[in-house]
T-cell receptor
Framework: DTAVSQTPKYLVTQMGNDKSIKCEQN?????MYWYKQDSKKFLKIMFS???????INETVPNRFSPKSPDKAHLNLHINSLELGDSAVYFC??????????????FGQGTRLTVV | LAKTTQPISMDSYEGQEVNITCSHN???????ITWYQQFPSQGPRFIIQ???TKVTNEVASLFIPADRKSSTLSLPRVSLSDTAVYYC????????????FGSGTRLLVRP
């Protein structure tokens, strides 16, 4: 059983298109995240949600809109894709507030290539 | 949030013990220290977490001195499959909704 699953794994699209990446976790966690890893391999947080509510928005362009229909899902929709959006996007989940050993579980990533 | 500093890269050979040190001079009282491992084309994976002294699990050990301004991840007898990027994170895990990753240490294990 995959704890955090993302689809699709690869996404190649043209500039200006709109695309979505889906994420689901079966761990019962309350908190989910989206991270972007660029070509230099820096992992930057984009958003975090807790119980379907947006908690963190790290100055991400408005073209990026996360949506959490329930606490097990956090999807990422990107409008008007630009070349600079090419990166690997990781979804993650954790149980914040559980105390003690709190770890985050990451999905396998979605490699987005904008051409 | 406390900033972390770790070596950009390290080389080792199979069977050796590898120690990766992370500096976090501005660590706060409620901050935990957590290490993640990332293989190419995969998401980061939790390795170990600690608050003070020493923590050991089946994968690694984490040494934290009394002042907590640094920590050392120790990987015993590394193998080729331990080649990965290792990230040190510092934060208030019990209430933080933002895991901040630094640049990480790229470990290369040679035969």
């Amino acid at each position: 059983d995959t704890a955090v699953s993302q689809t699709p794994k690869y996404l190649v699209t043209q500039m200006g298109n709109d695309k979505s990446i889906k994420c689901e976790q079966n761990l019962g966690h309350d908190t989910m995240y989206w991270y972007k890893q660029d070509s230099k391999k820096f992992l930057k947080i984009m958003f975090s949600y807790n119980n379907k509510e947006l908690i963190i928005n790290e100055t991400v362009p408005n073209r990026f809109s996360p949506k959490s229909p329930d606490k097990a899902h956090l999807n990422l929709h990107i409008n008007s894709l630009e070349l600079g959006d090419s990166a690997v996007y990781f979804c993650a989940s954790s149980q914040v507030g559980a105390g003690g050993n709190t770890e985050a579980f990451f999905g396998q990533g979605t490699r987005l290539t904008v051409v | 949030l406390a900033k972390t500093t770790q070596p950009i890269s390290m080389d080792s050979y199979e069977g050796q013990e590898v120690n990766i040190t992370c500096s976090h001079n501005n660590i706060a009282t409620n901050d935990y220290i957590t290490w993640y491992q990332q293989f190419p084309s995969q998401g980061p994976r939790f390795i170990i977490q600690g608050y003070k002294t020493k923590v050991t699990n089946e994968v690694a050990s984490l040494f934290i001195p009394a002042d907590r301004k640094s920590s050392t991840l120790s990987l015993p007898r590394v193998s080729l499959s331990d080649t990965a990027v290792y990230y040190c994170l510092v934060g208030e895990m019990d209430s933080s909704y933002k895991l901040i990753f630094g640049s990480g240490t790229r470990l290369l294990v040679r035969p």
